[in-house]
């Protein structure tokens, strides 16, 4: 409100805030592969570690607020060569 001698004036302004368009991303894809396929840990070792890398790229987020990937894989192992598992 403006005021003055001889007048009073009422103005108002809005703040308006645009919700984030929502993130997208692509599912990670699992991978299916056979203990023979690998001839010792090492390899093994190194195909999960590309997996993990091939899954981080395809993931691809966008959208959003600067979306950030984190992945807990740091603390994960291979499955061990001769026991199979995930």
């Known amino acids: 409100t403006i005021t003055d001698l001889c007048q009073t004036i009422n103005i108002s302004a809005d703040f308006n805030l645009t919700a984030p368009v929502d993130i997208t991303f692509t599912n990670p894809a699992d991978n299916n592969v056979a203990s023979c396929n690998f001839d010792d840990q090492d390899e093994v070792n190194?195909?999960?570690?590309?997996?993990?890398?091939?899954?981080?790229?395809?993931i691809a987020p966008a959208n959003g607020c600067t979306p950030v990937l984190t992945n807990d894989s740091a603390s994960l192992s291979a499955p061990v060569l001769c026991d199979g598992g995930t």
Do not use: D, E, G
């Open 46 to 58: 190194t195909a999960f570690t590309n997996w993990v890398a091939a899954q981080t790229t395809a």
